[in-house]
């Protein structure tokens, strides 16, 4: 059995003093998938000392940053998606940190590919939606590749997009706002339906409502359950079928949060 969590952490230093190395050492996962580290490399890899780390810091200080961190060895690393996209043009410093793949090699010998992602959260009407959907493009290019891989492949991440009605309490209220928009969710429908990746979180949760991975620090959206989900675990059709439990890790009250995120937590019989 492997277990492996996903978790936006909010900033990797402050996760830390609010108890997220209390939450490892109780969790014991295998593979940790983390979003916005905040820290660059050296901070990153002193927080998980013991660990095999790979982290892609972003070029914007303060922002972004994403990291794989394996009990089990790493072996090919390949960072951000500058070779996708049109033109094959590079990176610009506001999709860095937001990317990261490695293949964790197995006792077996077998190799699983993670990713850990952060895709932009956006505000609708403005250039940074258009920067959103240009680098949804970069990422359907590369899970249409992972897709049809023959061994088993894992995209884990803050995807920043509630997929469906059940997904975020107040959908009424946003159907305008970046995180909801139809354009958004359509990327969801065709990783889903077209490429045949299984959102694990909703095979796993039920119908839902919920359960939800992000609520707001501000007000009582987190004691009240009003949230969204927008954090995944999507499994390719080799991987899918292994996935035996999948939980939210869901803090008892507010103030035991070591993140505005909750960690999705599965384990895979490999």
Known sequence: MLTVATANVNGIRAAFRRGMEAWIAARTPDVLLLQECRAPDDLVREHLD?????????????????????????????????GYGPADVPEPPGDTGRWIEADVELPDGDLLTVVSTYIHSGT????????????????????????????????????????RTVDIANWKGNLKNAGFLPEERAYVDRWLDELAWTDLGRAHGGEGPGPYTWWSWRGQSYTNDRGWRIDYQLANPVLAPRAVKVE???????????????????????
Request: with cysteine; proline share 5%.
């Open 50 to 82: 013991g660990w095999h780390v790979v982290h892609q810091a972003c070029e914007l200080k303060g922002r972004a940053g994403v990291a794989i961190a394996s009990r089990l060895p790493l072996r090919a690393v390949r960072v951000g998606l500058g």
């Open 124 to 163: 609708a009407g403005t250039p940074s939606m258009d920067a959103k959907y240009a680098y949804l493009d970069k990422v359907t290019a590369r899970m249409t590749e992972l897709a049809a891989a023959e061994h088993p492949a894992l995209v884990a991440g803050d995807v920043n997009i509630a997929h």
């Open 248 to 270: 939210v890790d869901r803090a008892p009250t507010y103030e035991a949060r070591w993140s505005d995120h909750a960690p999705v937590v599965a384990t895979y019989d490999l």
